[in-house]
């Protein structure tokens, strides 16, 4: 149940998105109007606009990929080594690292700076390498790798149907913005808004893929193999470890993306890939956090520590204060801010052990200090500390024994 509604919500945003980009796209090419001058109406629909760099639907498509990289991720590393040794296994780990990247790209423009540094060598790359190589291994890989599993091996060809799509609209889109008139190029809307949510959906496909691969054998043992059941062996050392390597490693990538890639800004690519190192880790914590939580602690802290990551995320994010971080609009910074003091207040309010109570304020506290001190020099910083702050309450959290149900 807890997998249906995670994926109809996905679906729902992403055809929500879908139309945002449609309409968006479309009142662009008939208004010749910077967009701070557009209707209030049209303003949010910016936000859903999956072709625009630095709003919630870029964050939500880079979410939405880290999330489906992090699932193949732990299905390689919790499957049995013994289960298979065919070629195809290592496919979880390739295609997570490759997911990974592509949500780095989405809130970064990598593959745009890539252009502007070798336009013809880059695309003629990612093509053929997409067209011919990708999709035939990731088919090869949900036929042989999750032969056990129908429903995973179907949705892993799904998503490769889709991902085949996308240069075909890609083509139409290419087509309508090259038809004489405005009127002529409205169906370049239609096209862009298909074939970027198309790209969605065939990452949802490929999240459910791994998420119905995990909890399909995560019961019992594999056929015919004898093997036990998927499992990650978490422990506070490991999980301690895991976060100081990724914070490590954020704030190596914030800091060599702000002092080396910003010169770009000037060329036209508006993504900001410092802002995916502090979003990302914010936003793996939160499922980390939730997932941690369950059968420890009443549901409200986990969820209540969740919400609170997941704003900030997207908040850092979508670069939400290019938008509205405006004196006339600042009421909604406190606003938000106060939301967070909301969460902190549900957090507190069960009965909890006093280490959980602590780290889960502290996080909070950090999350809420990261919003006030938008769009300061020292976000990015605040950011980091945040996740500092969620690691310690998972700990705290990987601390407490489960309740038996």
Same mark, same amino acid.
């Given at each position: 149940?807890?997998?249906?509604?995670?994926?109809?919500?996905?679906?729902?945003?992403?055809? $929500?998105?879908?139309?945002?980009?449609?309409?968006?796209?479309?009142?662009?090419?008939?208004?010749?109007?910077?967009?701070?001058?557009?209707?209030?109406?049209?303003?949010?629909?910016?936000?859903?606009? $999956?072709?625009?760099?630095?709003?919630?639907?870029?964050?939500?498509?880079?979410?939405?990929?880290?999330?489906?990289?992090?699932?193949?991720?732990?299905?390689?590393?919790?499957?049995?080594?013994?289960?298979?040794?065919?070629?195809?296994?290592?496919?979880? +780990? $390739?295609?997570?690292?490759?997911?990974?990247? +592509?949500?780095?790209?989405?809130?970064?423009?990598? /593959?745009?700076?890539?252009? +502007?540094?070798?336009?013809?060598?880059?695309?003629?790359?990612?093509?053929?390498?997409?067209?011919?190589?990708?999709?035939?291994?990731?088919?090869?890989?949900?036929?042989?790798?999750?032969?056990?599993?129908?429903?995973?091996?179907? $949705?892993?060809?799904?998503?490769?149907?889709?991902?085949?799509?996308?240069?075909?609209?890609?083509?139409?889109?290419?087509?309508?913005?090259?038809?004489?008139?405005?009127?002529?190029?409205?169906?370049?809307?239609?096209?862009?808004?298909?074939?970027?949510?198309?790209? =969605?959906?065939?990452?949802?496909?490929?999240?459910?893929?791994?998420?119905?691969?995990?909890?399909?054998?995560?019961?019992?043992?594999?056929?015919?193999?004898?093997?036990?059941?998927?499992?990650?062996? =978490?422990?506070?050392?490991?999980?301690? @470890?895991?976060?100081?390597?990724?914070?490590?490693?954020?704030?190596?990538?914030?800091?060599?993306?702000?002092?080396?890639?910003?010169?770009?800004?000037?060329? @036209?690519?508006?993504? +900001?890939?410092?802002?995916?190192?502090?979003?990302?880790?914010?936003?793996?914590?939160?499922?980390?956090?939730?997932?941690?939580?369950?059968?420890?602690?009443?549901?409200?802290?986990?969820?209540?520590?969740?919400?609170?990551?997941?704003?900030?995320?997207?908040?850092?994010?979508?670069?939400?204060?290019?938008?509205?971080?405006?004196?006339?609009?600042?009421?909604?910074?406190?606003?938000?801010?106060?939301?967070?003091?909301?969460?902190?207040?549900?957090?507190?309010?069960?009965?909890?052990?006093?280490?959980?109570?602590?780290?889960? =304020?502290?996080?909070?506290?950090?999350?809420?200090?990261?919003?006030?001190?938008?769009?300061?020099? /020292?976000? =990015?910083?605040?950011?980091?500390?945040?996740?500092? @702050?969620?690691?310690?309450?998972?700990?705290?959290?990987?601390?407490?024994?489960?309740?038996?149900?």
């Amino acid at each position: 149940m807890a997998l249906r509604v995670l994926f109809v919500s996905l679906v729902l945003v992403s055809l $929500l998105c879908f139309v945002s980009t449609w309409r968006v796209v479309d009142f662009w090419l008939h208004n010749d109007v910077d967009w701070r001058d557009w209707p209030l109406a049209y303003k949010l629909m910016l936000q859903g606009n $999956l072709a625009q760099e630095n709003v919630l639907g870029a964050w939500f498509s880079s979410m939405l990929l880290l999330m489906a990289g992090a699932a193949f991720l732990l299905c390689f590393a919790a499957e049995p080594r013994d289960a298979g040794k065919s070629v195809f296994r290592f496919g979880w +780990l $390739l295609f997570g690292l490759v997911f990974v990247g +592509l949500s780095l790209d989405e809130l970064g423009s990598f /593959h745009e700076r890539l252009a +502007l540094w070798q336009p013809d060598a880059a695309w003629r790359l990612m093509i053929v390498g997409f067209i011919l190589v990708v999709p035939v291994y990731m088919t090869g890989f949900g036929l042989v790798q999750l032969r056990r599993s129908r429903a995973g091996a179907g $949705l892993i060809v799904l998503g490769v149907a889709c991902f085949s799509l996308i240069p075909v609209y890609e083509h139409f889109e290419i087509m309508g913005l090259a038809a004489p008139g405005v009127p002529g190029r409205s169906g370049h809307a239609l096209w862009t808004a298909a074939e970027e949510t198309t790209e =969605l959906l065939g990452m949802i496909a490929f999240l459910a893929a791994a998420l119905v691969f995990a909890a399909t054998f995560s019961h019992r043992p594999m056929a015919g193999s004898g093997a036990p059941r998927l499992s990650l062996r =978490l422990s506070p050392p490991v999980l301690a @470890g895991a976060y100081l390597i990724v914070v490590g490693l954020a704030a190596a990538g914030a800091y060599a993306s702000r002092r080396w890639l910003a010169v770009l800004e000037e060329d @036209g690519v508006n993504g +900001l890939p410092e802002n995916w190192f502090v979003g990302a880790p914010l936003f793996l914590s939160a499922l980390v956090v939730l997932a941690l939580s369950q059968g420890r602690v009443h549901r409200s802290f986990g969820w209540a520590i969740a919400f609170s990551a997941v704003l900030v995320s997207a908040l850092v994010g979508a670069d939400i204060q290019k938008f509205f971080w405006s004196e006339e609009m600042a009421w909604l910074k406190w606003g938000l801010a106060g939301a967070l003091a909301v969460a902190g207040i549900i957090a507190l309010m069960p009965r909890s052990a006093l280490a959980v109570r602590i780290t889960g =304020l502290a996080a909070i506290a950090a999350l809420a200090v990261t919003v006030a001190a938008m769009p300061g020099p /020292h976000t =990015l910083a605040l950011g980091l500390v945040a996740v500092l @702050g969620l690691g310690s309450c998972g700990l705290a959290l990987l601390t407490q024994p489960v309740e038996e149900h």
